[in-house]
């Protein structure tokens, strides 16, 4: 299969740090969203952005296949934190689930745990 486009993304200190693209198109400080102070993103921001505006993509993409006009699709993408007595069996299928959790599927160490934050 050939390589349509490959991006790269490194992140200093986790959700209390730095992360930044090999272009420098996101070159931001995270923070959790508990600290948000409006100068900073979370990985939930980004997941959002990210989805949203893939997804938009391809809403765009099949109403021109089939000739819709005029058209110009918003998505708006609500991503949640959320506290529940199912959590971890959520984390799980969550896990098993989730398409970039199948690709890197023994390619990579990944724990699940879920953690209270206050």
């Known amino acids: ?5 490959e991006t790269k993304a490194t992140n200093v200190g986790g959700r209390k740090g730095h992360v930044q693209t090999d272009d420098k198109a996101i070159n931001v400080d995270v923070l ?9 993103t979370n990985p939930e921001q980004l997941f959002a ?7 938009n993509g391809a809403f765009d993409l099949i109403l021109k296949q089939n000739k819709v006009r005029d ?8 991503v949640r934190l959320e506290d529940d007595p199912d959590a971890e069996k959520y984390l ?14 023994g390619n990579i160490d990944v724990k699940l745990n879920v953690e209270v934050v206050d």
């Open 71 to 78: 058209a110009e699709p918003e998505v708006t993408l609500t």
């Open 92 to 105: 799980q299928d969550a896990h098993d689930f989730c398409p970039y959790s199948k690709a890197t599927r």
């Open 32 to 40: 959790p969203p508990q600290q948000a102070d409006g100068n900073a």
């Open 49 to 55: 952005a990210g989805y949203a505006s893939c997804f």
């Open 1 to 5: 299969m050939a390589v349509q486009y």
